[in-house]
Every structure is written in C-alpha cells, then in structure tokens.
C-alpha cells in the first residue's frame, strides 16, 4: 500500500517510515515532493 503524506521534509519521512518498517507494516510513504507538489503550506495556521 502507498500512502501519501503531507510533508516536504524527508527526515520526518524517513522516520515514520522506518517506524513502519519496523513494525512489519506493508506501507511505501509518498511525500508531496515525491508526486510534484511544490506549493508552501502553512504548518502554523490554527484551523477552527
């Protein structure tokens, strides 16, 4: 299974997905920059 995860930045990535790894899970993480997303999202914005 694939699952894309919402981040730019590969050491949150790597982490995660050695976690998985890991713990035998059958998942490929795909980051934003991994299928061309290139557009600054705004981690600090407080959503209601």
């Known amino acids: ?3 894309i995860y919402a981040t730019s930045n590969r050491g ?3 982490q ?3 976690f998985l790894d890991y713990n035998h899970y059958d998942v ?3 980051t934003l920059n991994d299928i061309g997303f290139e557009e600054e999202i705004d981690e600090n914005r407080k959503y209601l």
Do not use: A, N, T
């Open 1 to 3: 299974m694939e699952i």
């Open 12 to 14: 949150k990535k790597d």
């Open 16 to 18: 995660v997905q050695q």
């Open 28 to 30: 490929k993480l795909i």
